[in-house]
């Protein structure tokens, strides 16, 4: 069976950096896009970043440019989201997804496979 952990949430300041981690077990995904998504308290679930398999493609949405970097360890299984100068409104329940195939798409859809979100939430 296919997981998706989540994990490195919490709560920090406006300014501070956090690195939320998703661990992938059940098959691997050395081979598939993986994004970062995030939906906060009565808005939609939008995305965040995304990365191709091998980790030199990524993606990112416009409000976190510059602030966010996306990577990922394929030999564990892993993909992380270091985020750095957050504020207030970067607060929201972080998504690990995970695609079958290798292209990247900012479309939520096409995500296979989810896990069940990390708490950011940054205070002001």
């Known amino acids: 069976q296919v997981q998706l952990v989540e994990s490195g949430g919490g709560l920090v300041q406006t300014g501070d950096s956090l690195r939320v981690s998703c661990a992938a077990s059940?098959?691997?995904?050395?081979?598939?896009?993986m994004a970062w998504f995030r939906q906060a308290p009565g808005k939609e679930r939008e995305f965040v970043a995304a990365i191709g398999w091998n980790g030199v493609l990524t993606y990112y949405a416009d409000p976190v440019k510059g602030r966010f970097t996306i990577s990922r360890d394929n030999a564990k299984n892993t993909v992380h989201l270091q985020m750095s100068s957050l504020k207030p409104e970067d607060t929201a329940v972080y998504y690990c997804a995970a695609r079958t195939i290798a292209i990247v798409t900012k479309r939520a859809n096409e995500y296979a496979y989810w896990g069940q979100g990390t708490q950011v939430t940054v205070s002001s």
């Open positions: 059940g098959r691997a995904f050395g081979n598939a896009a």
